[in-house]
């Protein structure tokens, strides 16, 4: 176990920092319960890397830079206008180097538990990484945004060689490789029965070290290979600390094997049952779903997950994640914004990765070609197509899409109008004359949102939806659409380009 050297020290630039600003009051758990959170994922190393000579690789030996937590600062205003209320930061343990992927190595491959990733210290500042990561969290935290820090599941072949008893063995005694994570070994957490208090240990103080910088939750990296009882023991340790502390799983109902024979698989529903407050859901299977049947049967189902658990839970818009394809790449710009306004209008929190507004297709020209340099024993850029970097020293994400920018800033705060008409209201899903075109109605006592999609993202639709008491009187704000709805006496006449999808509020009319 590491001892904090330094938490005097952190201690006193915390006190220093929270005398000049107001104090934060994490309320993430209730955001996230209400609904009302819009989280951006972002990897450190990246999010404002300075890739001077635009190859998209990072040359330090060029006068080019990665990202830290000092740097990440000055992203923060940009989050905050466009809406984001929490991050969800990509692993910030250190990474393993030895069998490792990528130059830099995986964020997953976590070499420890109780120390920063020294790749995200700013070395030109005077402060140590702890420091430098309290500060970028308080940075966070002036502006209103909320912190999620990611809990990796495994740990890299440096740690078992360092700690060989917190791993699961094979038959002939070696350290079990997950599925075709290559660069990681699988941790003993146990089992329902008995639990591995060695690597429960090692997870309470990740907690402690957490809480120590002013973290407000964790995402847990594939929490279906840990045991239930593992997790209620250490959700319900760091509640004893700060009630609000939010807990994520990285979990869907649709995933239902282990990550290998030798790992225990834990579904869902024992998760949110074990204290998580929400988990992953399917919404990343809308890329396939043809009808609005299966839209809505995914909604209803996870709106009844609070009666089915018991208590009040949640689900994130995973539509897209760091482990998605770029939505681009999916189905082009009509599917991101689809992806936004589903973010913006269901009852679920929004959730989207650096990169994702402005329509980066996350394609690296040097993807898995041999590097001049590593900085681990992989000599070659190791990238997952189409997907955000998480293995080398690479560019800040981004696009050029200025017009999916203006309607990502649109659609979270259109967020906010919505979530304000939930407070009392109902969420109703609306009959249409089309099955692949999907409908729904949030609605309270004096305001309306209607919602109207078209999954068939090759042909248009011209659509009839059935909306109960409304009449030609009732007028609409359209927010989004490129053809305005007729409205008649319960209904309303559209047409729909493909993958469009249109939302309009309703002023002083009510379903209710």
């Not at 030996?61 to 205003?77: H, K, V």
């Not at 440096?158 to 005694?173: C, I, T």
């Not at 017009?403 to 979530?419: R, S």
């Amino acid at each position: 176990m590491k001892k904090f050297l330094t938490t005097a020290a952190i201690i006193l630039f915390t006190a220093s920092q929270i005398n000049a600003k107001e104090v934060w009051v994490n309320n993430l758990r209730n955001s996230f319960l209400n609904n009302s959170t819009v989280i951006y994922a972002i990897n450190i190393r990246t999010f404002n890397a300075g890739d001077k000579n635009g190859n998209g690789i990072i040359e330090f030996d060029e006068g080019e830079y990665s990202g830290n937590f000092i740097n990440a600062i000055d992203r923060l205003d940009e989050l905050k206008s466009k809406g984001i209320t929490a991050l969800h930061i990509l692993p910030i343990t250190p990474v393993g180097r030895m069998k490792a992927l990528g130059t830099a190595g995986s964020l997953y491959s976590a070499g420890g538990f109780d120390s920063l990733n020294p790749q995200l210290k700013n070395n030109s500042v005077n402060l140590s990484i702890e420091e430098q990561a309290i500060k970028f969290i308080q940075a966070a935290h002036d502006r209103g945004i909320a912190v999620i820090v990611d809990l990796p599941a495994c740990g890299s072949y440096d740690l078992y060689l360092q700690r060989p008893e917190l791993f699961v063995k094979d038959a002939s005694g070696q350290p079990v490789v997950p599925a075709d994570w290559t660069d990681v070994r699988l941790l003993d957490a146990g089992n329902e029965i008995k639990i591995n208090q060695d690597v429960l240990n090692l997870y309470k103080e990740f907690v402690d070290y957490m809480m120590m910088l002013g973290v407000d939750g964790i995402r847990a990296d594939v929490a279906h290979c840990k045991p239930a009882k593992f997790w209620k023991e250490l959700i319900d340790y760091s509640r004893q600390k700060d009630k609000q502390f939010l807990w994520l799983a990285e979990s869907s109902d649709s995933w239902k094997d282990a990550v290998s024979n030798k790992a225990v698989y834990t579904p869902y529903n024992k998760l949110l049952q074990a204290g998580f407050d929400g988990y992953y859901g399917s919404y990343f299977n809308l890329k396939n779903w043809k009808t609005a049947k299966e839209l809505e049967k995914h909604v209803n189902f996870n709106l009844g997950l609070q009666k089915e658990i018991g208590e009040p839970k949640s689900v994130i818009g995973s539509f897209t994640t760091h482990d998605e394809l770029s939505p681009i790449l999916e189905k082009g710009r009509e599917y991101s914004k689809m992806i936004m306004w589903l973010n913006a209008t269901l009852p679920l929190n929004a959730y989207f990765v650096d990169g994702f507004d402005t329509g980066d297709k996350y394609v690296y020209f040097w993807a898995n070609k041999k590097a001049p340099k590593t900085y681990t024993d992989d000599d070659y850029y190791f990238t997952h197509r189409g997907k955000i970097d998480i293995f080398n020293f690479s560019r800040k994400p981004g696009g050029n899409d200025l017009k999916l920018a203006e309607d990502f800033m649109l659609a979270n705060q259109t967020k906010n109008i919505v979530k304000d008409i939930y407070k009392g209201g109902i969420f109703k899903f609306l009959k249409t004359s089309s099955s692949s075109v999907f409908a729904y109605a949030i609605s309270n006592k004096s305001r309306t949102v209607i919602v109207i999609g078209n999954l068939d993202f090759k042909a248009p639709d011209n659509v009839k939806v059935n909306v109960p008491k409304i009449n030609k009187g009732n007028s609409a704000i359209p927010v989004t659409l490129i053809n305005a709805p007729v409205v008649g006496k319960g209904k309303l006449t559209t047409e729909l380009a493909p993958g469009e999808i249109q939302v309009l509020i309703f002023d002083k009319f009510s379903m209710i």
